[in-house]
């Protein structure tokens, strides 16, 4: 499966005596899905910056004496998954520097698309880099503009600095000692929100992680694209920084990244899930007794299937979630091992049926193929897999750890191969021009890059 990017948290209390660690802690563990190879804070007190990092995921990082220890009124949080540098304690963030007496924080998700050639630049002059993360680019490019002590850069201009030099795919929080600066790209490749309760101000890459407030004292609201969001002395100020309005926003949020309890690019991930399973049931129907979702990512895509189809939904796959996600299994007879401990079938339910077995997307391959291995063991008639998405033939460069082309199983491969290597009866995916007439003008707003050829085209 798919590596995801990287979760945001921030948090800002009112009241300056209020200690937010375990408030930033909660709001991390709330995105653990977007990323567990490593979680970290840093908080300010309005004085000094303390941080805490670890490699793993936020409950094996955190527990009840660091959040005790760890004090401020204001703070930032990251849970990571690398899409460039190695999974290493070094490149675990908040990335905390000083310059001119003073610490600041970095927390960051996207990817610099020219951070190689930056590297070199700033190497030349002399710099130094502790990681091999892209994100270390980023206070080197700050301090070459700014002279003064970080906490009276100007939001606006650290902004445009940014947005200059690091686009086109960033959300990012810097932690000041007086405050916290929150930019978002101006393409909106990914989610990122704001809100405010009476007592604080928090910031997220998804509004699920608000949750934790009852509805009615959230006031929360997307962070709009080319934004940027100051939050200090209690106060939110914002200002643009790119006007642009031509969006890419990320279609893999909707398809597997994003919970299905949030709501991203003004959609609810659930209900976008399920239109896209009735869609892939429209175009794709087929004879059969049980639709079976690929827990959990596909199960609002199979009850959308089932509900346009007619055909009952019934749970064949159930799901051991005390295990880890597969994809961070980076060999493969792990990764096989890793789909035997996720999901368990239920020969009961599946034996002698004729199976429609709906997932969110394929990208290697190597998944679906051991899950239809495990339905054949226990009985199942036939599997017909239908994907609720497009075929994937191509890599991202804006966040995403999509493998190379050559490693994407519908850029290498037939329909009629893909079918005889994971033995299925019969695969189906959304055809990219369905599903862009069912979005219709909404369409124009998503990137769907990673659907299509070199020449914008499926590879249908
Ligand atoms: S190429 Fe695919 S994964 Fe990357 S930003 Fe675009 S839609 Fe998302």
Not at 3 to 10: K, Q, R, T, V
Not at 203 to 208: G, K, L
Not at 302 to 320: C, V
Request: charged share 25%; net charge positive.
């Amino acid at each position: 499966m798919l590596m995801e990017n990287c979760g945001l948290f921030a948090a800002y209390s009112k009241d300056s005596r209020y200690n937010v660690t375990g408030r930033i802690i909660e709001g991390l563990l709330a995105l653990q899905h977007r990323g567990q190879e490593a979680a970290g804070i840093a908080v300010s007190d309005g004085i000094k910056i303390q941080t805490y990092k670890g490699k793993g995921v936020v409950n094996s990082v955190f527990n009840k004496s660091i959040s005790q220890k760890i004090k401020g009124y204001f703070g930032i949080g990251h849970v990571r998954y690398s899409t460039n540098g190695f999974s290493n304690f070094v490149n675990a963030q908040p990335l905390t520097v000083r310059y001119k007496n003073e610490f600041f924080s970095i927390a960051h998700n996207g990817q610099i698309e020219n951070s190689a050639e930056l590297k070199k630049i700033f190497e030349e002059k002399g710099s130094i880099f502790m990681t091999t993360s892209d994100t270390e680019l980023i206070p080197h490019l700050l301090v070459n503009n700014f002279k003064k002590a970080p906490s009276k850069w100007e939001s606006k201009e650290v902004g445009k600095v940014i947005d200059k030099s690091i686009g086109p795919s960033y959300s990012l929080l810097l932690l000041f000692e007086n405050k916290i600066i929150v930019l978002r790209d101006a393409f909106g490749y990914r989610p990122l929100f704001l809100c405010e309760t009476k007592n604080g101000i928090y910031v997220a890459s998804e509004d699920s992680a608000f949750k934790i407030f009852p509805l009615r004292d959230a006031n929360i609201r997307e962070i709009k694209p080319g934004e940027a969001v100051e939050i200090k002395d209690g106060i939110i100020k914002s200002y643009e920084i790119n006007p642009n309005k031509n969006y890419k926003f990320c279609f893999f949020e909707q398809v597997y990244f994003a919970r299905p309890d949030s709501n991203v690019f003004g959609e609810n991930v659930h209900l976008m899930r399920e239109k896209l399973g009735e869609l892939c049931a429209k175009e794709n129907p087929i004879d059969a007794d049980i639709v079976i979702p690929v827990m959990d990512s596909g199960f609002s895509a199979a009850l959308g299937y089932s509900k346009a189809s007619g055909i009952p939904l019934e749970m064949g796959l159930m799901r051991n979630k005390y295990v880890g996600r597969t994809f961070i299994d980076p060999d493969i007879q792990e990764r096989k091992l890793g789909v035997r401990r996720k999901l368990s079938p239920v020969k009961e339910v599946i034996e002698n049926k004729r199976l429609v077995l709906v997932d969110d997307s394929i990208v290697r391959g190597t998944t679906v193929k051991y899950i239809v291995k495990m339905l054949r063991e226990n009985g199942a008639q036939e599997v017909h897999i239908r994907i609720a998405s497009p075929m994937v033939v191509n890599t991202c460069h804006w966040g995403v750890d999509i493998p190379d082309k050559n490693d994407l199983i519908c850029s290498t491969k037939s329909l009629k191969e893909i079918e005889v290597l994971v033995n299925a009866d019969s695969i189906k995916f959304i055809s990219l021009t369905n599903l862009l007439n069912s979005l219709g003008s909404d369409g124009r707003k998503y990137c769907l890059h990673c659907f299509q050829n070199d020449w914008g085209e499926t590879s249908f």
